[in-house]
């Protein structure tokens, strides 16, 4: 896999993340501060894969590792509730 499909696969991930600690505060209480969290996406075994070889250049820095395993997401929706459309007038 790219290193800029594994950052965009990641980056997708993160912001996922945030959402859920948003919605579950709790979550950040399992967490040390200052540390290192690699997602483990188990429905994407390339990328799950490609981030635990990413995180043996993490191990030995001092900081925990956590563990993220995500078993899946649910599909993309918008939260657009209304739309207009319209066609510009040129001239």
Excluded: W
Excluded at 42 to 50: I, K, N, T, V
Excluded at 78 to 89: D, G, N, P, Y
Aim: hydrophobic share 40%; with cysteine.
């Amino acid at each position: 896999m790219e290193k800029n499909e594994v950052i965009a696969r990641n980056l997708l991930i993160g912001a996922e993340f945030d959402k859920f600690v948003i919605e579950h505060p709790e979550v950040l209480d399992q967490i040390p501060d200052g540390a290192q969290l690699i997602f483990l996406p188990e429905y994407d075994p390339e990328l799950c894969a490609e981030n635990l070889k990413l995180s043996k250049s993490v191990t030995g820095k001092k900081k925990p590792i956590i563990y993220i395993k995500l078993n899946k997401l649910s599909p993309q929706r918008s939260r657009i509730k209304q739309v207009t459309i319209e066609l510009a007038k040129v001239g």
